[in-house]
């Protein structure tokens, strides 16, 4: 009787412990499917399907060439070329073949194909050639990956003003940084179902999403003229043993820049192999200089513009000014006696430049506070201070003392010593006297190509007023004697008039302490015809190592692209 008991407490205690294994079972698989429906299903798909990424086409970048277009920046095909150790069956089989293509080194080739690793890239540039050579081996293990990169037809003439696509499709420097966004477009997407073993399989459920090809663009500059100011500074820099330089040219009325170069340059194809990361800076918008007496022409507007003086106001030079305990002289110590103030520009003078700035104040042989103000509001006006807002990556802005600082500051200021420009904000100043006073805004790009192939034009922008027509008409008649009779008579050019101004101006020390021994940036800045300009042109020579001012630099270098300038904008001969 007991042992029945027993045995029915056991078969009861089983069937207890049945029923809740099964509801156990069952609850969990209502939280599963009611409960937990959504996180697994997604769970599924992702492990079900895969998403790939359909690089969207970069824009091209353009010039006008004649009535059509000419593509400077453009997108090829090229591939990645790598390799899965894993998968080689012949490590030294694989290194000869590849070394046939490559003609690199057979035993760094076969050093990567024997790496305890999964996936190892060895060149990221294979042309289509290339790539078809080494498909027709069947080398397992090596992976060739298409992708889109950018090439550049005229290779180092536009390098500074385009910058490059990296490897990683991002634009580096110049315009190819500044409209990256734009111009890379948006990536399409792709959903693919896969196996179990992740393979791509067909199904109705695959979905694209179509890429969007990034914005064209044509530039404003002009090929010719680019080729003759890369010529042209590169035999400037080299009969100088410079080390660096620039050239600008700008369209007067509208701010278009017709060509920009810096020198050294490089191959924009080839920029994995630039070892010195300064040369991919467009250096014409990146880099700042004191510009010597090429500022004067700023301080001379001032004075004009505010009616302070005149063309034939005179002062005596005695070859020196004293500003507090400082004394300030001419270059070489010259001294002229009385001068007037087309003298000053002509003969470069120091001290006349101060006199101007005395006379802003309206007191004479005294800098004061309100000169000092005045002064500063024409800088402010002629677009120091600010970047221009050219389309160009890593634009830097100029470097103004505020009118607070010491009386000496402003003095070393009027003659281009002691305030820093990149040479893009000297260009357009100087434009704007060409151009009866309005600053224009410089822009590079000529429009947006449209899907239908018509240009969406960019308009000249005039920024502001800065002097009136009448000071900058006597600033350019005063600029001509330069020419003329001044320090850049090497440009002086038969049946035209032409104005600008040179500057040759100390290179601070890195440490802040006064300025470099023999070290200096010579330039010349100047626009023509100057009855009617057409254009503003900047030619910068940095570090000269022969002896002489900008005279001997950088003046030769503006005569020669000038001469091609006349040809260009069709200027007849007006002067005797």
Do not use: C
Not at 472 to 485: F, S
């Amino acid at each position: 009787m007991q042992a029945q008991t027993q045995d029915s407490w056991r078969l009861y205690t089983l069937g207890i412990l049945f029923i809740l294994f099964w509801l156990l079972v069952v609850g969990r698989l209502v939280y599963i499917q009611v409960f937990q429906a959504k996180n697994y299903a997604a769970k599924a798909s992702i492990q079900q399907s895969r998403k790939f990424e359909i690089p969207a086409q970069r824009g091209i970048v353009y010039i006008k060439d004649s009535q059509d277009l000419y593509p400077i920046a453009l997108n090829n095909k090229v591939y990645t070329l790598a390799v899965d150790p894993k998968f080689v069956k012949d490590a030294d089989n694989t290194a000869k073949k590849l070394n046939e293509i490559l003609n690199t080194n057979q035993d760094d080739i076969k050093n990567q194909l024997t790496k305890d690793s999964r996936y190892i890239e060895i060149n990221k540039s294979i042309n289509t050639d290339q790539a078809d050579k080494i498909k027709a081996f069947s080398l397992p293990g090596v992976i060739l990956v298409e992708r889109a990169s950018r090439f550049y037809p005229e290779g180092s003439l536009f390098s500074h003003v385009l910058g490059y696509v990296n490897d990683d499709g991002k634009g580096q420097y110049g315009f190819e940084q500044f409209s990256d966004e734009a111009m890379g477009g948006t990536n399409g997407q792709y959903n693919t179902a896969t196996d179990a073993l992740g393979i791509p399989i067909r199904s109705a459920d695959n979905t694209i999403s179509d890429p969007v090809a990034g914005k064209s663009y044509v530039l404003t500059l002009d090929r010719g003229l680019q080729a003759v100011a890369q010529e042209a500074l590169k035999q400037a820099i080299e009969s100088n043993r410079a080390e660096s330089g620039s050239i600008l040219v700008m369209d007067v009325k509208t701010g278009a820049i017709k060509a920009m170069v810096n020198y050294p340059d490089y191959d924009p194809n080839n920029f994995r192999q630039v070892k010195d990361y300064k040369v991919f800076s467009n250096t014409a918008v990146s880099s700042l200089f004191e510009p010597g007496s090429g500022f004067k022409v700023i301080t001379m507007a001032a004075g004009l513009d505010t009616g302070k003086i005149e063309p034939n106001t005179t002062f005596n030079d005695t070859g020196e000014v004293k500003v507090g305990d400082k004394v300030i002289k001419n270059a070489e110590n010259h001294k002229f006696g009385i001068s007037t103030m087309t003298d000053v520009i002509q003969k470069s003078l120091n001290t006349g430049v101060v006199f101007v700035l005395q006379s802003l104040g309206g007191t004479s042989g005294k800098i004061t506070p309100e000169g000092k103000q005045l002064f500063f509001s024409y800088i402010e006006k002629f677009g120091f201070g600010k970047i221009t807002g050219i389309e160009q990556a890593g634009e830097v802005s100029s470097k103004v003392k505020q009118p607070s600082t010491y009386d000496v500051d402003y003095a070393n200021m009027s003659f281009g010593q002691g305030i820093s420009v990149n040479s893009l904000q000297l260009l357009t100043a100087v434009g704007a006297i060409a151009n009866k006073g309005d600053l224009m805004k410089p822009y590079l790009v000529e429009g947006e190509l449209q899907s239908d192939q018509t240009l969406k034009k960019t308009q000249p922008q005039v920024v502001r007023n800065v002097i009136s027509p009448e000071s900058a008409a006597e600033l350019t008649q005063i600029m001509t004697q330069v020419v003329e009779k001044g320090s850049g008579y090497l440009t002086k050019m038969k049946g035209y008039q032409i104005a600008g101004k040179t500057g040759t101006a100390q290179v601070p020390r890195s440490d802040g302490k006064g300025y470099e021994e023999n070290k200096n940036i010579g330039s010349f800045v100047g626009f023509a015809p100057a009855e009617d300009p057409k254009f503003v042109m900047l030619v910068r020579v940095d570090y000269p190592k022969t002896e002489g001012f900008a005279e001997k630099t950088a003046v030769p270098a503006f005569a020669v692209v000038a001469k091609e300038l006349m040809r260009y904008y069709q200027v007849p001969p007006s002067v005797n």
